[in-house]
């Protein structure tokens, strides 16, 4: 079963004030979404474990290298202004570790896809190299870091609370949609994404026809698959 780890923000009020909301602040949106997001996750098959509130990105990265994690999923917001005035950028955007066509791009641009399916304006922030934020450049796993929209903005900032279900789904759908795409013989192969359902004693049918056995990452140099070990170069690609 593959291993998520999500990484809210975390700290709390007063850093990140949602814009036009005086009791919002990013760690309560994101670490509301984060719920959401590890609900969806478990539906999907997935194991899921959520940094604790208060603990430090240090203590969140070791924690997530000791529990074996596949995939590292910090959740934020965005800000454009230091000052209680709006700001006027909009949009969502994920920082990726490496160069554009790598992995983790790839993976990154999966889930900025999936966040641009949903958001309702036509912005272009896209996905963006990272290589400073501790929780991209200490991750051996893949790590994925989305900055969903920016709060100090009125619109963005109404969007992000209005739409934490579709978000966590979206984010879901970005975790599926990399850990279930082999390509074999050079054909895409998705596995159907398991639908949300409504919450009650029926509950989500998981998938559990996982494949692989660990993240892969432009950081890591071997990796394991159905019990053997693939070094870097070996003929084996995944999308």
Same mark, same amino acid.
């Given at each position: 079963m593959k291993k998520i780890y999500l990484s809210p923000e975390r700290r709390p009020a007063p850093h990140g004030p949602y814009f036009g909301y005086p009791t919002l602040f990013e760690h309560d949106v994101t670490t509301s979404i984060a719920q959401k997001t590890a609900a969806a996750l478990t539906r999907c098959g997935f194991s899921v474990k959520m940094a604790p509130p208060a603990a430090t990105v240090r203590v969140r990265v070791a924690e997530a290298i000791s529990w074996q994690a596949d995939y590292y999923l910090p959740i934020h917001t965005n800000a454009s202004s230091a000052t209680p005035r709006e700001? /006027?950028?909009?949009?969502?955007?994920?920082?990726?570790?490496?160069?554009?066509?790598?992995?983790?791009?790839?993976?990154?641009? &999966?889930?900025?896809?999936?966040?641009?399916?949903?958001?309702?304006?036509?912005? %272009?922030?896209?996905?963006?190299?990272? %290589?400073?934020?501790?929780?991209?450049?200490? %991750?051996? &796993?893949? /790590?994925?870091?989305?900055?969903?929209?920016?709060? $100090?903005?009125?619109? $963005?900032?109404?969007?992000?609370?209005?739409?934490?279900?579709?978000?966590?789904e979206a984010l879901c759908r970005g975790v599926w949609g990399k850990l279930h795409r082999p390509r074999r013989g050079g054909l895409a192969a998705a596995l159907p994404f398991p639908a949300a359902v409504p919450a009650g004693p029926a509950g989500g049918k998981p998938c559990t026809n996982l494949v692989g056995k660990s993240a892969f990452h432009d950081k890591i140099h071997t990796f394991h698959l159905f019990g053997l070990t693939f070094t870097q170069g070996s003929a084996i690609i995944f999308v």
């Open positions: 700001g /006027s950028a909009r949009g969502p955007e994920v920082l990726a570790y490496g160069q554009p066509g790598g992995i983790s791009w790839r993976a990154c641009q &999966m889930t900025y896809e999936e966040l641009m399916a949903i958001y309702p304006a036509a912005t %272009t922030r896209g996905v963006r190299q990272n %290589t400073t934020f501790y929780e991209i450049n200490s %991750t051996p &796993m893949l /790590s994925v870091y989305p900055e969903l929209a920016f709060h $100090d903005n009125g619109a $963005d900032a109404q969007w992000l609370v209005e739409n934490q279900g579709a978000i966590a």
